[in-house]
């Protein structure tokens, strides 16, 4: 028996008995030996756990285009639910199917638990490089709490070193607004692997908006964590700010992206509010964001 490789050859690699051809008799003939059959779009529902997230607008439009003209090339996984099929790899070509305005698409029908679908589901998107840094890092996530797996059997499942799995699940310490621009492709994992090493939320959020402001390379933003670390420990000799204030401090640095930094007066119960920004863009988007209602 040919052993089953996880990583490097698509579909057919995670499918070892899956056929070329298109199969007859229907889902359950696929179910019995693997063949391709055509299910109704309509029978079809999308996988609550796919790991994918961002699926990007142009991409999206030329594969429709693609299917219209061509089709399907390459079927899809599902699997059988109650009342029809879950996606397990392909949700990207599914949605273009359904764009073009398909019936019916390719698939390849296989019965399997969750577990294993969220496996081959992280694998497929893997090997094609789909994913972006937070998705995958919230599969491995998902696989470790759901799962029970350690890092070191996770690394073997997807054939990468542990240290490379245990760096993609320290970015999910991130914020969640820093995680929606690593996300959006706005930075990249080495800058969110330099923002880590910032604990203090506000000065992170600070270095973070001059990174997208300033458009600050990976070099740059490090030198910029290793100056906020020093000026942190400048400032543990001054008195620190009541447990209350820090609290309405880190929400403002939240809301408005930038550091925040309160500074009440010793008598009368007021103070001043002082927020950073770091350029004209990055102002106007300071001003965007007072205007919007704090959550």
């Known amino acids: 028996m040919q052993k089953r490789r996880t990583l490097g050859r698509g579909l057919a690699s995670l499918i070892p008995d899956a056929r070329a051809g298109e199969g007859e008799g229907g889902p359950r003939a696929a179910l019995a030996g693997g063949a391709v059959v055509h299910i109704p779009i309509d029978e079809i529902k999308v996988n609550p756990f796919q790991p994918r997230r961002y699926f990007a607008a142009e991409g999206m439009e030329e594969l429709t285009a693609s299917i219209r003209e061509k089709g399907v090339i390459q079927p899809i996984l599902l699997r059988p639910i109650d009342n029809g099929y ?83 699940l320290r970015l999910l310490k991130l914020p969640e607004e820093v995680l929606d621009g690593l996300g959006r492709g706005a930075i990249s994992m080495g800058h969110g692997r330099a923002l880590l090493g910032l604990a203090d939320h506000s000065a992170l959020l600070s270095v973070y908006a ?86």
């Open 86 to 168: 879950e996606i397990v790899a392909g949700e990207r070509r599914y949605r273009a199917g359904c764009k073009a305005g398909l019936r019916t698409i390719p698939s390849i029908v296989r019965r399997m638990g969750r577990t294993e679908s969220l496996e081959l589901a992280l694998i497929e998107n893997l090997q094609r490089e789909d994913l972006n840094a937070v998705e995958e890092a919230e599969a491995y996530k998902q696989l470790i709490e759901d799962v029970g797996y350690t890092q070191e059997e996770l690394s073997r499942k997807v054939g990468k070193d542990r240290s490379t799995v245990a760096n993609m």
């Open 210 to 295: 001059r990174v997208i402001g300033e458009g600050l390379s990976v070099r740059q933003t490090e030198e910029e964590v290793r100056r906020a670390q020093e000026g942190r420990k400048t400032r543990k000799t001054i008195k620190e700010l009541p447990t209350p204030l820090v609290d309405v401090q880190d929400k403002l640095a939240r809301h408005l992206g930038t550091r925040v930094q309160l500074k009440p007066r010793a008598r009368g119960g007021g103070g001043k509010i002082v927020l950073d920004y770091y350029s004209s863009q990055d102002l106007e988007r300071l001003l965007g964001r007072l205007e919007s209602p704090l959550i």
